[in-house]
Every structure is written in C-alpha cells, then in structure tokens.
C-alpha cells in the first residue's frame, strides 16, 4: 500500500542494458547500444549523469554478454589518465576522472533476455526493500529539465509507483506501453488504474505512452516473480505495474519537454543532430554547417 507522507528518500538507480540492440546492427555485433555515440558520449552516460543530478548515487546496470565496455567507461583508465597528464590535456583528464566518481557503480548479469520485467528482478538481491527508479537507455530526456527530480518528489508525497507518460500519435501507440487514467488535483498527474503493453490503435485505452522512466517500490519484485510471460514470450514490467494498479491506482506524470527516442537509427540520428545543435561548444558551427548542406541538398 502506499506510504505517503512517510517522505521515503530514493537513492538507488536501476539501467537495463542486457539487450542485443538488434535494430543497431552491425555496430552492435561487437559493441553494446548502450555505448553508442550521442555527439561525443556514449548514450547511457546521458541516464547515468541524469539520475546523479536528480541525487541517485546507487547505480545498478543490468549487463549480458558483449557489455564490458559500459564497466570500463566508468571505471579509471590509469594508463589514459597519464598519457593524458604528460601531454597536458587537463581538461579531458578532468571528464575522464569524473566519469569514474559520478557515483557508485554496480553490475549485475541478466543471464537470458527475457523481456523488461525479468531485468528489473535482476536488481531484487542489490535493491532489497528499498525504494528505486529505473531509467531505460532508449530514451534520452532533454538534460536541462528536471523531470526525474519531480518524479521523485511526486513518490515521496504519494508513497506510490510513479510512470513518466507522453501523448503519441495514433500510429505510434502499437510501440508503447498504455495507460488508463484519472486527472489528479496537480498538474499533469494522472492515476493510473490500467496498462496495457503494445494495443492497437482501435484497443488503447488513451494515447498517453509510458516512457522510459519509473518509481518503482520493492513490492513489484515480488510481483515480477509471480508476472507470467507476456507479448513476445517475455515478462514485461508494464504488466506488473498493472497488478499493481488494480489494487491501488500508481501516479503518471506526464512529460512535455523534449525527448529522444533511441530506440531505432532514426530516433539515434535525430537525437545527434538535437543535442549536437544545443552544445554550446559546436551548437552554432554545426548548424551552420547543416544549414550550408540542406541548402546543397535543396539545389542539387
């Protein structure tokens, strides 16, 4: 049951990244998704500085096989760090420090892909009765919002599960999870009293998405250990969350700020270009640059 007004402190932050990234091959025959490039980080750091800035300093990531690479980018490189200091380049010296101190780092091995749900169980044994988010690698949330803090403020008032949602188009819905709900007292809240993963148009429910965003309580390991296989032969998280909410509606915050979708190449490229254009550094040459090639493109 909920435990509002109890001010429950979450600290811990779970990032499954066991999956194969089937959609990125053959970059990913050999290389996790996850470490990708976004402009000139890999994408997970992205969800990994999002969670520190919003106070989660317990990071669990969720591996499988192929995934050592995500460990070495937050662990120290002595041998970089001092060609790095001999050559005089402290600023980078200075990002690579830091990426190892963001914050403290766990892994865990999901042995077999077998959907969102069974991934989030594998974190029980690290989370234990502990309130925690989990931020999904496929969606990167506009760096300049605090979305995640005010999640965390609306489970620390509530005591409830909380799903970052979105509105999508009518042809997008078969891809997401789906909500139905119930305006709060509060700006873009909504309580959500069913989930449905992936309908079709003429099914949903509404057209508000769940996106890769949650606060999540320890009752829905439990949950998850006893969620048979949904869609795809897969335990899907969306349908313990709708256990849940039969028994006590969980809290949808909806987003309204920017948000990229890295879930296939385009959704990659898109989101490239967006936050190379919004880099103080490069920003303004880049767009310039792009503006000189479409033109090229235009009058070709």
Do not use: C
Not at 14 to 43: M, S
Not at 77 to 89: F, I, M, S, T
Request: overall charge negative.
């Amino acid at each position: 049951m909920g435990d509002a007004g109890t001010g429950r402190r979450v600290v811990k932050a779970v990032f499954p990244a066991a999956g194969y990234g089937t959609r990125f091959l053959p970059a990913t025959k050999a290389q996790p998704k996850e470490t990708l490039p976004i402009v000139d980080r890999p994408a997970i750091q992205y969800m990994v500085e999002e969670a520190v800035r919003a106070g989660l300093d317990d990071l669990l990531v969720i591996t499988g096989r192929n995934k050592q690479p995500i460990e070495d980018h937050f662990d120290r490189n002595p041998e970089l760090e001092d060609v790095l200091r001999e050559k005089g380049k402290h600023e980078e010296l200075e990002e690579v420090v830091r990426l190892a101190e963001l914050g403290v780092v766990h892994y865990v091995r999901q042995a077999e892909q077998l959907g969102l749900g069974h991934a989030v169980l594998q974190a029980r044994q690290h989370v234990g009765e502990q309130p925690f988010a989990v931020l999904l690698g496929d969606d990167i949330i506009d760096p300049h919002e605090k979305f995640l803090e005010r999640m965390l403020d609306v489970f620390e008032e509530t005591g409830r599960p909380v799903v970052a949602v979105m509105p999508v188009p009518d042809e997008q819905v078969a891809s997401y999870g789906i909500v139905t709900t119930h305006p709060r007292d509060g700006d873009g809240l909504h309580d959500v009293s069913d989930l449905v993963e992936k309908p079709s148009p003429s099914e949903a429910p509404s057209n508000l998405a769940i996106i890769g965003r949650y606060i999540l309580t320890h009752e829905v390991f439990e949950v998850l250990a006893d969620t048979p296989p949904g869609r795809g032969g897969e335990i899907q998280l969306t349908d313990a969350l709708r256990t849940m909410a039969r028994d006590e509606p969980i809290v949808a915050v909806e987003y309204t700020g920017a948000r990229h979708d890295m879930g296939d190449t385009l959704g990659f490229l898109k989101a490239n270009v967006a936050l190379a254009a919004d880099r103080p550094d490069i920003g303004e040459r880049f767009l310039g640059w792009l503006e000189g090639f479409l033109e090229e493109r235009r009058t070709s």
